[in-house]
Each structure stands twice: as C-alpha cells, then as structure tokens.
C-alpha cells in the first residue's frame, strides 16, 4: 500500500504554494556560485528556508560547517527516509551542473512535507540531508564516514538533466596521479647523460591510448600533464600526470588502476625513469540500483503528471558521490529534465538553462516526487522491506 491520495495531494498542492519562494531561492543560489565546501551563502538560505516552514535544522552535521540536516518528524519512531539536497557550483562555469535545482527540490519537498502536514502521519521521520562538495570534494563520503548516514534507511535525490531518467547508472572513480623521476642535464650540450621525464609521462599517454582500445566502451581514462618540466634547454627530470580512471563496477576501477600501473611501470621502463602511481583514498562509487525505489518515484511523476523521457543514448555516464551512499544503503538519483535534449551538463549552456522556466517545473516536480516517494516508503514498511532487499542484492 502506498500513502492516500488525499496526503498526496496536500503535499504536492504545498509545493506548488511555495513554488515561487522556491524559485527566487534556485535564482539566488545560481547568482551566487560558492565552491566546493565553501557554500556558506547557499547553506545559510537553506536551513533558513527549512527552520521557517516547520523542519527542525541542524547546521554543520558530520563535521562539515556547509552541511545540515532538517528534520520533519513522524508520528512514531520509525525508519529514516533521507531526501540529499546538493548546492555547491563548479570553478569559472558557476552552476553549469544545476544543484541550485537539486538544492530547492530537496528544500522544498521538506519544506511542503512540514507545511502540509506538520508531523508525517506515519511512523518514521524524513530528513533533508545538505551534502556540500558534490563537485571534487566528495562531500557525501565524509558524511558517511561521520556516521550522518548510520540512522538513514533510504536516501534520495534528484539532479537535473536534458532529460527525465529515473536510473541512469554513473561510474566510478579512481583518482591517480603518476610521477615520474629521470635526471636533469643540458639539453644541447650533454643530452646523453639526462633520463627525460618528459618522455616518460609521453609515453605513458600512449600506452593509456593502446590500452583504450581493449577497455568497455563505458570506461573512461582521461588526464593531463601537471607538470611537464621547466625549460626547454634542461631535460626534465621530474614530471607529473593526473588522471581520472572511471568504470561501471568496482571491480573494473580496481582492474583499470591495476592496468594504469602496468602502462606507468612500461613508460618508466622504456626511459629509464622511476615511476610513483599514487591513488588517492576516496574512490568514488559507482551508482547501485534500487529498483524499488526508481519504480516509486517514477509512480509519483506520473500522479503529478509529468513525463518520463527514453534514454536517447547519446551521452555517456558521468560519476558523483552519491553512488558512495548508494553503496551502503537503498538509494535512487533520478533525473529531471531542466534542459532542452541535447544539452551537456558542465556547459556555459547548462548553466542558463539551469535558471530557466524548464529548470522551474524541473524543481517543482523532482519536489513532489521525493515528497511522495518519501511517504509511499513511511507508509508502506513492504516497500521499504522490498527496497531493503533489492540492496542486498
Ligand atoms: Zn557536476
Ligand atoms: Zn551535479
């Protein structure tokens, strides 16, 4: 059984009320881009926006001074539904990702869920988690680390996108950075006794280049040269390249960093240069489906009426820390058009868009949905069980 109609139509009537505050509020926070952990205006906006309708806000959670957490609660103990909220803006292209949209979705489906209804009229308790440093920070994976997550039985959220897919699966990361150690000389005079490291980092872009031709076709290996050497009469005797290895499963990550290691270690070999591959620590997941959940919510955009775009299958996948958290429990990251098709996210494009009457009703319905799925899950403890076991397995 999912919640009433009559519940439903409450909540989704109150968002439709706040709509207008709630697009002033995506209008500031896209005039105002604030980077990754420094998103101090827009988390000031928010827990302001969440405290005035009814939610009880906690700011700085998981040791995180941009992060909150606003509570609506049940009308028992209960289990925990989380609703993310994003807002962090990416360097030089402002909100070319559009989490001025993610943030006033979330804000707002918390803010209607306390507004309609005062307390949720079944057991359990919503929260609106803000997650700061979706771009580069990783910010979902120290709030998992800080046990902000440890209560939270479900988690949702949407982000925007030149079309509406409730699954779409991203990659993982892995992070990696090879440098490479030769020896300094005069580049006319005595070429010969140098161990160019320039070379070697050149060589390891065209080993990573053959390897591509036997990867998935969903993989991705993409880097630049950090450092390539000082001037051209010293033969460089120190290098640097960074490089994202990304793939659908954990797994593959582990194999292409195994991979990216035999091209580094071939590169140095080939120049006579000593190599270091170091990989950072935080790995991004890959997203885990929750079949479930992505059926819900894709009920709940079709009670409110708006439609579910095919996959036209001419983008690739990108990654977020989001997959982390679907990692350790039932989570969905749906998409919501805001863009005509055909728009790349992280575009100057995107970033108009991102503040356009689409990304409105794109808000405005991603709020209703989580709202709704949020509730179908307190109300139903089968579908919650049910999503509990499509994460297992
Ligand atoms: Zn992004
Ligand atoms: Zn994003």
Not at 52 to 60: F, Q, Y
Not at 94 to 112: D, E, P, Q, S, Y
Not at 196 to 222: T, Y
Not at 338 to 359: L, N, Q, T, Y
Request: aromatic letters at 6%.
């Amino acid at each position: 059984m999912s919640a009433p109609g009559d519940v439903k139509q409450k909540v989704a009537g109150a968002v439709d009320r706040l709509a207008d505050d709630l697009e002033a509020l995506s209008h500031r926070i896209h005039d105002n881009p604030e980077l990754c952990f420094k998103e101090e205006k827009a988390h000031a906006w928010l827990t302001e926006f969440l405290a005035k309708h009814g939610a009880h806000v906690e700011r700085g959670v998981g040791g995180l001074p941009t992060a909150f957490r606003a509570t609506i609660d049940g009308s028992s103990a209960g289990p925990t539904i989380a609703i993310l909220a994003e807002y962090d803006a990416l360097p030089a292209i402002g909100h070319a990702c559009g989490h001025n949209v993610i943030a006033t979705a979330g804000a707002g489906a918390g803010a209607a869920l306390a507004v309609a209804l005062g307390k949720v009229p079944f057991a359990g308790r919503v929260q609106v988690i803000g997650t700061p440093a979706e771009e580069g920070g990783a910010g979902k994976v120290r709030l998992l680390e800080a046990g902000v997550f440890r209560d939270v039985d479900a988690a949702m959220m949407i982000h925007g996108r030149c079309g509406t897919q409730v699954w779409r699966p991203t990659l993982g990361i892995i992070k990696v950075k090879a440098e490479f150690h030769g020896k300094a000389t005069h580049a006319s005079s005595w070429p010969w006794r140098g161990v160019n490291a320039l070379n070697a980092v050149i060589q390891l872009f065209v080993g990573l280049d053959q390897m591509r031709q036997q990867l998935r076709p969903d993989a991705r290996v993409h880097g630049i040269i950090v450092k390539g050497g000082d001037q051209p009469n010293i033969i460089p005797e120190y290098t640097r390249a960074d490089f994202y290895l990304r793939a659908l499963t954990k797994d593959s990550c582990q194999e292409l960093l195994r991979r990216f290691k035999g091209c580094a270690d071939g590169a140095a070999a080939a120049t006579g240069c000593r190599v270091e591959v170091t990989a950072e620590p935080t790995i991004h997941d890959p997203m885990k489906p929750n079949r479930t959940m992505a059926e819900l919510f894709e009920q709940n955009l079709g009670v409110i009426g708006f439609p579910v775009d095919r996959d036209d299958g001419e983008a690739g996948y990108g990654s977020t820390d989001c997959g982390n958290v679907s990692q350790a429990l039932p989570t969905i990251h749906p998409y919501i058009r805001i863009s005509p098709d055909g728009v790349p996210g992280h575009s100057r494009e995107f970033a108009e868009w991102a503040r356009s009457p689409m990304a409105r009703d794109g808000m405005v319905a991603g709020a209703k949905a989580l709202a709704l799925t949020a509730l179908d899950l307190l109300a139903s403890p089968d579908k919650l069980a049910a999503a509990r076991e499509d994460f297992r397995r």
